[in-house]
């Protein structure tokens, strides 16, 4: 019996530790797969950065829409593109693919919490999602005169993190609901109207009212707004680059109920895969 | 090559029925009933035990409820009456989980993690998983370790999800179709770690449409069809069972039964009337006589004709024993 190679250390034994260890191992390997598949990696990252690229510096660099500059304005919603982009192709997609694989199966019946498959995809969302806002922001500081702190940098990140939970939950109830051969096409098209009716690709100031009217049951206009509700706060602008017409809260309150509904129907699919099963 | 050539070499336990009986019940499904939405009925009223050290193969035509089975003993799937219980507990109770491996039918893992990232991320997850070392050798992967699952071939890739099976340490491992895809040495090599297992005192549940491979590994073959068990015990006892299924007149159930050929000028009667003989047809001077004592009817043959020739005398083959069992019953 060869003992030559070197055993990896056993897992530490008490409940939590051992938890935490299962989440780290499980997030690792997610990430790494995601990053190694270039299908995936490269489009997620590839497409805000290159919509950022044309239509926020090549296009409209100086110009300003109600005395905000475009090119941050595109910042923030091409920051919120990607992010969705990343949770919706990285979750609903892998797990519709992961599901009609029989490999969920598999892991099913070894003893890994299940929520340590779906943390780790989670989280891998929301590493590509600040892999996209950093490239974008160094962008826009370096050709787009965007003026950017470091403390609203960091407030970007930290609602990319936040901004990925409700994403999330949506390519989750997708990857349930949808069978894996529609998964991508499915995802695509609720993704690209979601995008544009949200106000991502084009300020919404500048769409007709129809659209800006229906703006508000859109998830990425709220997280658009609170995105950039982070730019140029003032005491006499709070609400910065944001329309000072919806407040923060709705804006969250309305993420929240999105977040809701997903995980109802993620909820009630489940169900019914297990009754079938 | 010898242990290509030689199936049952290292077999070292008598694979006899009281020899499985005396050991405990680790798993078990009681009177299941499995009933899916669509009404289909997989399974009736079936009850089978798992006990330490053994290797049961679980045999039946497509759609009779071995995979079924399995997936219920993994706690995949919850029976619609009756219950499951491995080491005494639900199946879906993870320190139960923490004791059990898996091999089942997946069409892909994730393609871009190497193998030794998917051993390691599989033995994460086991409070006392196996030495990597030993799973890389049992599994048969030196050599491949670093290679991306997506760049395997066939083969490759059911020895990297025999390793997963194994990367716990498990008291009892589920194997469904193991051998698909392997070349011979490749499935020789998987039976002597199956063996292996059981001698450790692991319990290894098998499906397979491999008939010779049930016959070659397991102690105890259960043949399932139409969700209920249709027979079980020793390979030897099940081929008896299966070549005496079809005649009902006779009672005997021993695992005796030999079909003996030869060219022989005996007149049929004779051949009827020799001791045990459960069948006997005679084409052009070619005798075939199937006998439960067939040392006895021999002797009797030999005796009787000494210009006897050609003589042959096989054990019933599971194939024929299996079709015979599952075509009465379907």
Do not use: K
């Given at each position: 019996m060869s003992t030559a190679a070197l055993n990896l250390p056993a897992a530490p034994a008490t409940g939590l530790a051992r938890s935490l260890s299962i989440f780290a191992t499980e997030t690792r390997y997610e990430f790494i797969r995601a990053l190694r598949t270039r299908t995936f990696s490269l489009s997620v990252i590839g497409f805000p950065v290159m919509f950022y690229c044309l239509f926020g510096l090549m296009m409209n660099r100086d110009a300003t829409v109600n005395g905000h500059q475009v090119a941050k304005i595109m910042l923030g919603s091409y920051a919120v593109f990607g992010v969705v982009g990343a949770a919706l192709f990285g979750i609903g997609v892998g797990v519709a693919a992961d599901l009609s694989a029989g490999w969920l199966e598999l892991k099913r019946a070894s003893p890994m919490p299940p929520l340590a498959y779906l943390l780790a995809k989670c989280c891998t969302a929301i590493a590509f999602g600040v892999i996209i806002v950093s490239i974008l922001s160094l962008l826009g500081i370096t050709g787009g005169h965007v003026q950017l702190s470091l403390a609203d940098y960091l407030r970007m990140l930290g609602l990319t993190i936040a901004g990925c939970v409700p994403f999330a939950c949506m390519g989750l109830a997708l990857g349930l609901v949808v069978p894996f051969n529609s998964a991508p096409g499915v995802t695509n098209l609720l993704y690209l109207p979601m995008s544009f009716l949200g106000g991502l690709w084009v300020p919404l100031s500048i769409l007709p009212k129809a659209i800006q009217k229906i703006a508000p049951a859109m998830p990425t206009f709220h997280l658009g707004q609170l995105m950039l509700g982070i730019f140029d706060r003032t005491a006499a602008n709070p609400r910065g680059y944001a329309d000072p017409a919806h407040s923060v809260l709705s804006h969250w309150l309305g993420l929240a109920s999105f977040t809701c509904i997903m995980l109802g129907i993620a909820a009630i699919a489940f169900n019914r895969r297990e009754q079938n099963a | 090559m010898t242990a290509v050539m030689e199936?049952?070499?290292?077999?070292?336990?008598?694979?006899?029925a009281a020899a499985t009986e005396a050991r405990e019940v680790i798993a078990s499904l009681t009177n299941i009933t499995k009933r899916y939405?669509?009404?289909?009925?997989?399974?009736?009223n079936l009850s089978l035990d798992l006990r330490r050290g053994e290797i049961v193969a679980v045999l039946g035509p497509n759609g009779a409820g071995k995979s079924t089975a399995v997936k219920l003993l993994l706690g995949l799937s919850s029976p619609t009456a009756g219950t499951v219980r491995i080491f005494g507990a639900d199946p879906r109770d993870p320190a139960a989980r923490a004791r059990t491996g898996a091999m089942l039918q997946?069409?892909?893992?994730?393609?871009?993690?190497?193998v030794r990232e998917h051993i390691a991320m599989f033995r994460s997850y086991y409070p006392n998983p196996m030495p990597y070392a030993d799973i890389v050798q049992a599994a048969g992967l030196e050599g491949i370790e670093t290679r991306m699952f997506g760049q395997l071939s066939g083969g490759q890739k059911q020895r990297t999800f025999f390793a997963l099976a194994l990367a716990g340490n498990p008291d009892i491992i589920f194997l469904d179709?193991?051998?698909?895809?392997?070349?011979i040495e490749a499935r020789r090599g998987l039976w002597a770690q199956i063996r292996g297992l059981a001698a450790s005192g692991k319990t290894v549940l098998l499906t397979t449409h491999y008939l010779e491979e049930a016959d070659a590994l397991a102690h105890r073959i259960i043949v399932i069809n139409g969700g209920r068990v249709v027979c079980q015990g020793t390979p030897a006892e099940v081929k008896s069972m299966g070549a005496t299924s079809h005649n009902s007149t006779t009672t005997a159930s021993t695992a005796t039964v030999r079909t003996i050929r030869c060219q022989t000028s005996i007149a049929v009667e004779t051949l009827r009337g020799?001791?045990?003989?459960i069948e006997a047809n005679l084409v052009a001077g070619h005798a075939t006589v199937v006998s439960d004592r067939p040392e006895a009817a021999l002797r009797e043959m030999l005796a009787l004709d000494t210009?006897?020739?050609s003589l042959e005398v096989a054990a019933p083959a599971l194939e024929d024993a299996f079709l015979a069992l599952t075509a009465n019953h379907s």
């Open positions: - | 199936p049952t070499a290292g077999r070292t336990e008598p694979r006899t939405s669509n009404g289909v009925v997989a399974l009736d997946v069409g892909r893992a994730p393609e871009m993690l190497r179709e193991p051998t698909v895809g392997l070349d020799l001791p045990g003989v210009t006897l020739t």
